[in-house]
């Protein structure tokens, strides 16, 4: 039976990759019928959720009653795990066995610990892949991976989905009323690798016929009339790979993208169906990547109950980061809180030790860190926070990424402030609950420019991530929330919405921030907005195309910057500030705009580089390069901030953040010190401290890696 079931399901497999009719290309975005925000703490019993990722598999179940232990005296309530144990769960093909699992639920349930399972198809069994050689991904060389890694799969791969719903049915099945189960995390963390076989230009071929309809339509939006590569048969559409220079039709890489996003989603999907129609009692949600841009996370989580992601603000690939640098998990936080309507998530990976693979090691941390970073995601909107890992791995390629024990089980530093963290959350449940992040200011983030600016990389030194960070930092620099919104996101709720480089536009896109300014919103965008249609494809309009009627400025010419090393550029403010400047300089011609600042150098030397324009009730304020000073930011956004009518929260020191959640007529305010270094905050009157329960006197002082929760 178990072997006509799998014939079944792989026959299934098949048709929904060859015929486009049976599947949909992409899913309508939330809309606001959207259910009401899952809550996490009532789902977790009522406790904040805090949890450790653990492995019992690969430990002596002797050693298991002794973590269970270590683990309730440091306040964890929570686990996730299982989501690398196909080969224990099933180790041979249809022969299903979680004796030992149940064995590990049994012992960490007596001890108050529920449970996230993981579906384990990140990691595929060997006998899976030595039956059925083909699951393997195939390269852009045509060569298939080899057995060894982990997400070495291809997601259209007949004999794996058959695969994956036989196990993900059978954990289902023996899963669905335990009372220890909470639910479950789908994968982990998805995003390729990219496959290349048949069966995959075969699903994007059919990804494209469901999308356009007929060729016809292909040919006229991708314009494949440049070099005569006109398609006239489906067949013909080849994958994005292995072209002689390294290049391909742009507007066909933009849609392989945005197939790959949807085939991801897909196989999220195929998951959720099994798990929601055998468990529906059992949340389900996925680890995701905070700022990885594979996925539009904006769509993939419109599947999910809550968002999860992992955060390591330790992994530097390049050595350059120290721990005072904390702006990157701040901005992935929020973009995560953002990429499902600003409901609250869990970090399902948060760093517990250095980390470290065969090919790269992270920064160490004062053990403080892991203190401060858990109360970072709290500030940003998160209800659980969940170390990765309990201990250091013996074996394999984790062997040097410490978790929060090391392999000796010693009750180490780090042990001691996950310990003194899980006393605190719990002392903050009745200051937490009902409160969120609220914010009167957006950072759009577009996932098609982001693909854009990957196919056509716009210059050396640009960096999508970084334009974010400008404008981010400088508001958390002012003391002031920030919400992330993607393109089908409302933005009537905010008062100033900042879109860096809106390379790739859509007529939705353009018209909501068109309705944005007219009903009075402050528009600010940026350099290279307004470039390219829906399809990957230049305007024909004046630059910045439809969006120039918005900005009130013409651009008729440009000077990228090629080598940085000579082309030294400033713009000028109106007031005398002077500013150096890069990567991209926009020649504005103001139409209604009036300018802010001119360039300072070249035979450009007074034209225009920032502009303001009235627009209905509101303006817009275009930046026509990258300004590479912090104080032109703060200057810029202080007065968008003050004409917008938001008054600014405490300034922070250097090396401080303030994050605030507000709810259930009470105001949270987050103090974080990333510095080596006593700090005081002015906060005004009337908090008190959350912890303490002490009164403030109008400022707050933080010890080294310190923080403070102050509460009115």
């Given at each position: 039976m178990k072997s006509r079931r799998l014939f079944l399901l792989a026959a299934l497999s098949t048709l929904l990759i060859l015929f486009p009719a049976l599947m949909p290309a992409r899913a309508p975005a939330q809309s606001a019928s959207t259910p009401k925000p899952f809550d996490l703490i009532a789902w977790n019993g009522g406790q904040f959720v805090y949890g450790v990722d653990y492995y019992p598999e690969a430990w002596d179940e002797s050693q298991w009653e002794k973590d269970a232990e270590m683990m309730q005296a440091a306040g964890i309530n929570f686990v996730r795990m299982a989501e690398f144990a196909w080969a224990k769960m099933e180790p041979t093909e249809g022969r299903y066995d979680?004796?030992?699992?149940?064995?590990?639920?049994?012992?960490?349930?007596?001890?108050?610990?529920?449970?996230?399972?993981?579906?384990?198809?990140?990691?595929?069994?060997?006998?899976?892949?030595?039956?059925?050689?083909?699951?393997?991904?195939?390269?852009?060389?045509?060569?298939?991976?080899?057995?060894?890694?982990?997400?070495?799969?291809?997601?259209?791969?007949?004999?794996?989905?058959?695969?994956?719903?036989?196990?993900?049915?059978?954990?289902?099945?023996?899963?669905?009323?335990?009372?220890?189960?909470?639910?479950?995390?789908?994968?982990?963390?998805?995003?390729?690798?990219?496959?290349?076989?048949?069966?995959?230009?075969?699903?994007?071929?059919?990804?494209?016929?469901?999308?356009?309809?007929?060729?016809?339509?292909?040919?006229?939006?991708?314009?494949?009339?440049?070099?005569?590569?006109?398609?006239?048969?489906?067949?013909?559409?080849?994958?994005?790979?292995?072209?002689?220079?390294?290049?391909?039709?742009?507007?066909?890489?933009?849609?392989?993208?945005?197939?790959?996003?949807?085939?991801?989603?897909?196989?999220?999907?195929?998951?959720?169906?099994?798990?929601?129609?055998?468990?529906?009692?059992?949340?389900?949600?996925?680890?995701?990547?905070?700022?990885?841009?594979?996925?539009?996370?904006?769509?993939?989580?419109?599947?999910?109950?809550?968002?999860?992601?992992?955060?390591?603000?330790?992994?530097?690939?390049?050595?350059?980061?120290?721990?005072?640098?904390?702006?990157?998990?701040?901005?992935?936080?929020?973009?995560?809180?953002?990429?499902?309507?600003?409901?609250?998530?869990?970090?399902?990976?948060?760093?517990?030790?250095?980390?470290?693979?065969?090919?790269?090691?992270?920064?160490?941390?004062?053990?403080?860190?892991?203190?401060?970073?858990?109360?970072?995601?709290?500030?940003?909107?998160?209800?659980?926070?969940?170390?990765?890992?309990?201990?250091?791995?013996?074996?394999?390629?984790?062997?040097?990424?410490?978790?929060?024990?090391?392999?000796?089980?010693?009750?180490?530093?780090?042990?001691g402030i996950v310990k003194q963290t899980g006393d605190e959350v719990k002392r903050l449940k009745g200051v937490l609950a009902g409160t969120q992040p609220v914010s009167q200011v957006a950072l759009l983030v577009s996932p098609d420019a982001r693909w854009a600016f990957h196919i056509q990389p716009l210059v050396n030194g640009f960096d999508y991530n970084e334009q974010l960070h400008?404008?981010?930092?400088?508001?958390?620099?002012?003391?002031?929330?920030?919400?992330?919104?993607?393109?089908?996101?409302?933005?009537?709720?905010?008062?100033?919405?900042?879109?860096?480089?809106?390379?790739?536009?859509?007529?939705?896109?353009?018209?909501?921030?068109?309705?944005?300014?007219?009903?009075?919103?402050?528009?600010?965008?940026?350099?290279?907005?307004?470039?390219?249609?829906?399809?990957?494809?230049?305007?024909?309009?004046?630059?910045?195309?439809?969006?120039?009627?918005?900005?009130?400025?013409?651009?008729?010419?440009?000077?990228?910057?090629?080598?940085?090393?000579?082309?030294?550029?400033?713009?000028?403010?109106t007031g005398g500030q002077r500013y150096p400047a890069k990567v991209w300089f926009d020649i504005l011609t103001p139409a209604t705009a009036e300018a802010l600042a001119t360039y300072g150098k070249g035979y450009y030397t007074g034209s225009a580089a920032v502009t303001r324009n009235n627009m209905g009730k509101g303006s817009v304020y275009y930046v026509g390069t990258e300004p590479d000073s912090p104080a032109f930011y703060d200057g810029l956004l202080a007065g968008i901030l003050q004409g917008a009518g938001i008054a600014p929260g405490p300034t922070p020191p250097e090396g401080v953040e303030i994050a605030t959640r507000e709810g259930s007529g009470r105001t949270v305010l987050f103090l974080l010190n990333y510095t080596a270094s006593k700090q005081s905050v002015g906060v005004g009157q009337g908090y008190r401290d959350a912890l303490s329960g002490a009164s403030t006197s109008g400022s707050a002082e933080l010890p080294e890696f310190g923080v403070k929760v102050l509460v009115k």
């Open positions: 979680f004796a030992w699992l149940d064995g590990a639920l049994k012992v960490l349930n007596a001890h108050g610990i529920k449970a996230v399972l993981g579906t384990p198809s990140a990691s595929p069994p060997a006998w899976l892949m030595a039956k059925y050689p083909d699951i393997a991904a195939m390269n852009d060389q045509g060569v298939r991976y080899r057995y060894g890694s982990r997400r070495n799969y291809c997601m259209n791969n007949p004999h794996f989905l058959a695969a994956v719903q036989g196990i993900v049915t059978a954990m289902a099945e023996h899963y669905k009323n335990h009372p220890g189960v909470l639910g479950w995390q789908i994968d982990n963390e998805l995003g390729g690798p990219d496959c290349y076989d048949s069966l995959c230009q075969a699903a994007f071929q059919k990804w494209c016929r469901t999308k356009y309809g007929s060729l016809d339509a292909v040919n006229k939006a991708w314009g494949t009339i440049f070099w005569g590569h006109t398609y006239s048969a489906w067949s013909q559409i080849p994958l994005p790979w292995n072209t002689l220079y390294g290049v391909h039709n742009p507007s066909l890489e933009l849609d392989y993208h945005r197939y790959f996003s949807d085939a991801t989603r897909d196989f999220l999907v195929m998951q959720a169906d099994i798990l929601r129609r055998i468990a529906p009692g059992k949340a389900i949600t996925h680890n995701e990547m905070g700022m990885f841009d594979n996925i539009d996370y904006s769509h993939l989580n419109t599947a999910l109950d809550f968002v999860a992601w992992d955060n390591y603000p330790m992994i530097d690939h390049n050595l350059t980061r120290n721990f005072t640098h904390y702006e990157d998990s701040g901005l992935g936080h929020d973009l995560m809180r953002g990429s499902k309507n600003q409901q609250s998530f869990v970090v399902m990976e948060e760093e517990g030790g250095l980390p470290g693979w065969n090919t790269f090691w992270g920064h160490q941390a004062p053990p403080e860190m892991y203190r401060l970073w858990a109360y970072q995601a709290i500030a940003h909107g998160a209800d659980g926070v969940c170390y990765f890992r309990w201990r250091t791995s013996r074996y394999g390629t984790e062997q040097y990424w410490q978790g929060v024990l090391d392999q000796d089980s010693y009750p180490n530093a780090r042990y400008r404008y981010y930092d400088s508001l958390r620099r002012h003391g002031a929330n920030v919400d992330v919104v993607f393109p089908q996101g409302d933005l009537s709720s905010y008062k100033i919405v900042i879109a860096p480089s809106l390379f790739v536009f859509t007529p939705e896109v353009v018209r909501e921030l068109t309705d944005f300014a007219d009903g009075g919103g402050a528009l600010v965008l940026t350099y290279r907005s307004g470039v390219k249609d829906e399809h990957n494809v230049f305007t024909d309009e004046t630059l910045p195309g439809p969006l120039a009627k918005l900005a009130g400025v013409a651009i008729h010419d440009y000077d990228p910057q090629i080598d940085p090393a000579s082309q030294q550029q400033e713009i000028v403010m």
